[in-house]
């Protein structure tokens, strides 16, 4: 489970640690960073998935032409902060920590590169990469000594680890054919690809829900796509779909009491909402809210989740006074099957009914007035938060810019005494 990730100098961030928890939620005005958090953390799904620095950061082509994957959002000179020369994203997987670094090469036209890389336990080193300028990447496996990578291209008999380094990729992908790690070693290096390759980021779109779906398609698209498929799949086990069922009866004022999945003449399945009464309703006149709830029902009731989903304004298109039931799914699924929930959120009411475990991984996002960067802290941690989260509730605390003041009278008072 990943429990921190500090960014410096990665986009409007100069040093800041977002808190992780199984169910993280973060808030902040528009425009003030929340979106370049997910940023990251898209960043570290790439390196998951094998990616160069390139196709991380710009576009990754499949073998036919296809877009396999779009990229960090932005242009590719913003993913470094303004005035900086390299960033650093660094991130805690239970007792391991992961850092990478990432500048231009200058001698390769601008590419971005990484110039240092570790993964480390709190007292024992795995693996250490460091590049310096015009020369070949070092690597430290362990406490031992540097050993000279072979570089791409470069004579045999440079190559003393068997293993190849590109620069341009991360060496968390390379790292574990080194012939020198030890078994336990790359164990902890498998470990930490996985939590990065095994994360899904959801922006529901209820279009898209609504289309018919071939049969077979099982994976919820990162728009909602394949709904009706995934839906069905779930419901051939019958406990899920009783707890599908449940859910979907406690946010609507609809008697569900199961669902249809007709064929049209391209054999493409639609979803059917059956009520007590007899009712059939489509998906197309369902509402925007309750297919947003049924597609994270779907997501967290799946078989085989995965390790840590990002969603942004997951309560977007739901009631205020159906909330709760938000909150509630999410806290029990995150807690039996052992994954995690990122979200982002401008909605005051969301805050109120969280538990003392979310309170705790809540965090504010703000830019301060006249400043370009921004920062982050955990909500509970400003003055008195707790005791006015008691009294008014989060959610006046958020509407009411509370959150945001708070942070600027402690920051402008912190400067204060440093001075």
């Known amino acids: 489970m990943i429990t921190s990730v500090r960014l410096i100098n990665f986009k409007n961030f100069a040093d800041e640690t977002l808190r ?53 959002r932005g242009a590719m000179n913003e993913i470094i902060r303004f005035g900086q020369s390299a960033f650093s994203l660094q991130v805690k997987v239970a007792d391991l920590t992961y850092t990478i670094d990432v500048g231009r090469d200058e001698n390769n036209n601008g590419a971005f590169q990484v110039t240092a890389e570790s993964l480390k336990l709190p007292a024992t080193s795995i693996y250490s990469t460091r590049t310096d300028p015009g ?102 086990d019958s406990q899920r779909k ?55 029902l779907a997501t967290l009731l799946a078989p085989n989740p995965e390790g840590l989903y990002f969603f942004e304004e997951i309560d977007n298109g739901i009631h205020p006074a159906r909330q709760w039931l938000l909150l509630e799914l999410i806290e029990k699924q995150t807690a039996k099957q052992g994954i995690q929930v990122i979200t982002t959120t401008h909605s005051p009411d969301l805050l109120t009914v969280v538990n003392d475990e979310t309170f705790k991984n809540t965090s504010v996002v703000c830019r301060l007035e006249d400043a370009d960067d921004a920062i982050i802290r955990p909500v509970a941690e ?8 008691k009294s008014q509730g989060l959610s006046n605390l958020l509407s009411g810019g509370w959150m945001e003041d708070a942070l600027a009278f402690t920051e402008r008072y912190d400067e204060e005494v440093e001075n």
């Open 135 to 236: 020369a070949p990447p070092l690597l430290r496996l362990g406490e031992g000594q540097p050993l000279l990578y072979k570089v791409k291209g470069a004579s045999k008999r440079r190559n003393r680890n068997g293993v190849e380094l590109r620069t341009d990729k991360p060496g968390l992908n390379q790292i574990s054919g080194a012939k020198a790690l030890s078994d336990e070693h790359s164990s902890f290096v498998q470990n930490v690809t996985r939590s990065f390759s095994s994360m899904r980021f959801l922006d529901l779109v209820p279009s898209r829900m609504r289309d018919p779906a071939f049969p077979g398609q099982i994976v919820l698209g990162d728009s909602g796509e394949h709904l009706p498929t995934v839906l069905r799949a779930i419901c051939e």
């Open 20 to 72: 992780v928890g199984p169910f993280t939620v973060i808030v902040g005005a528009n425009a003030s960073g929340k979106s370049n958090i997910r940023d990251a953390f898209r960043f570290l799904h790439g390196i998951g998935r094998g990616y160069t620095l390139a196709e991380i950061i710009g576009e990754k082509y499949g073998a036919g032409g296809q877009v396999e994957w779009a990229g960090v």
């Open 382 to 389: 400003l003055p008195r938060a707790g005791e006015l989260r």
């Open 242 to 296: 009783e707890t599908l069922v449940e859910w979907i009866r406690e946010l609507t004022p609809m008697d569900v009491w199961d669902f249809e999945f007709p064929t049209d003449p391209s054999g493409r399945l639609h979803l059917i909402f059956l009520e007590a009464n007899g009712s059939r309703v489509s998906a197309y006149a369902a509402s925007d809210g309750t297919l947003r709830f049924l597609a994270v």
